[in-house]
């Protein structure tokens, strides 16, 4: 799992409520993602960030948010309107070049579930 | 979009065989493939990849796959399996992102199971 952290592992979330999962990296990478995984379907993207007070859109961000105030850490908020959050959350990093510039590094994850 | 497709969702070797994992793949251009393993409610570890050069690559914990282009598939193998190998794997290609950044886009992922 490299030098990224993700916390909390665990996590449950009431319904209506937002939530913030955290992601932290000291690899010095510049680019950071959030996945999402759902058996059986393997890892789709919900957002990502090539460099500070940057990030974009992926596949599926609808009822999600993030930040990127600092280069070593991109959290994820999952919002009230994102209608079905069990899952489990995966955050990556890459560098910004070097001979892993194509590989990304993942976190231990966390799982979200919605009581 | 590039994708890769893992055709069996579960494969199930005796200790000690030969283990293959399948995937092939559709992009425009040349493919970047990975590699990666994950553990129960762990993140995912990077096996190998192929960018370009030698059609087999070698990577961690005894793995290798095979890039064969006349059959856009690239199979993960390993000539020995051990109960420890027992994991889901998932082939993933690279994605190029209107950003001009990327993304992995994965397979659905294969649970191997190697029983003693």
């Known amino acids: 799992d490299g030098g990224i952290t993700q916390s909390p592992k665990y996590l449950f979330r009431k319904e209506g409520q937002n939530v913030t999962l955290s992601c932290e990296q000291n690899?010095?990478?510049?680019?950071m993602y959030w996945y999402r995984q759902d058996p059986g379907q393997g890892l789709r993207l919900i957002y990502y960030?090539?460099?500070?007070?940057?990030?974009q859109k992926g596949d599926i961000a609808e009822g999600y948010s993030v930040s990127r105030e600092k280069k070593e850490s991109f959290p994820l908020t999952v919002t009230s309107a994102q209608k079905n959050p069990t899952a489990f959350y995966l955050c990556?990093?890459?560098?910004?070049?070097?001979?892993?510039?194509?590989?990304?590094?993942f976190g231990p994850g966390t799982r979200l579930t919605v009581l | 979009a590039q994708s890769v497709a893992q055709p069996e969702d579960q494969v199930n070797v005796a200790e000690g065989n030969p283990l293959t994992v399948k995937c092939t793949y559709s992009?425009?251009?040349?493919?970047?493939l990975f590699w990666y393993v994950q553990y129960p409610n762990r993140g995912l570890q990077f096996l190998l990849k192929?960018?370009?050069?030698?059609?087999l690559v070698k990577g961690s914990y005894g793995f290798e796959a095979e890039f064969n282009k006349s059959q856009t598939s690239f199979h993960l193998k390993k000539p020995s399996a051990l109960v420890s190998d027992s994991a889901l794997y998932f082939c993933?290609?690279?994605?190029?992102?209107?950003?001009?950044?990327?993304?992995?886009?994965f397979g659905a992922g294969t649970t191997v199971t190697v029983r003693a």
């Open positions: 990556a990093s890459r560098p910004g070049q070097g001979g892993s510039y194509n590989e990304q590094f």
């Open positions: 993933a290609v690279r994605d190029i992102l209107e950003s001009n950044d990327y993304k992995l886009s």
């Open positions: 992009v425009s251009g040349n493919p970047y």
């Open positions: 192929y960018i370009t050069g030698d059609n």
């Open positions: 690899l010095n990478h510049d680019a």
């Open positions: 960030s090539q460099i500070v007070n940057d990030f």
